[in-house]
């Protein structure tokens, strides 16, 4: 086999958990002005661990109906900034599309389609008139 089958497989847009928190607490920031809390923290940690509410409260000191009310609100919130609608069981496949969206974007916004330059630097001095179109040609190096 090609591949290492003891190596788990990572999608290339696999978010880690703190990539996956600084994007929420930023999202969050964004809409409401304030930084993820300790408990939407948490809430968000036990999540991505695949905790339960009741796990969750155990394990940071929360009363539970505390911690499924600051993740009701991460959800709306995340929800309305995502375009999307978020909850426990899709928080990490919404992120991930959200981060891919924005690589998306950026990508858009820099490279147009068919402009890419794939040689690195152009084949023919100024003065010399290009016999191919215009970001069209092939470099063969």
């Not at 600084?22 to 905790?51: C, M, P, S, W, Y």
């Amino acid at each position: 086999m090609w591949y290492n089958t003891k190596v788990p497989y990572k999608h290339p847009y696999a978010m880690n958990l703190k990539e996956m928190l600084n994007l929420a607490d930023r999202i969050v920031f964004a809409k409401t002005g304030h930084h993820l809390d300790d408990l939407q923290e948490a809430v968000l940690r036990g999540t991505l661990e695949r905790e339960t509410y009741q796990r969750i409260a155990k394990e940071y000191d929360y009363s539970e109906s505390s911690v499924r009310n600051a993740g009701s609100q991460l959800w709306h919130i995340l929800s309305e900034e995502l375009g999307e609608e978020v909850n426990k069981s899709n928080f990490r496949s919404a992120m991930e599309r959200f981060q891919f969206s924005l690589f998306s974007n950026v990508v858009q916004d820099y490279v147009g389609v068919g402009n890419i330059n794939v040689c690195g630097e152009g084949r023919h001095p100024p003065d010399i008139p290009n016999r191919h179109p215009p970001n069209r040609e092939v470099c063969s190096q």
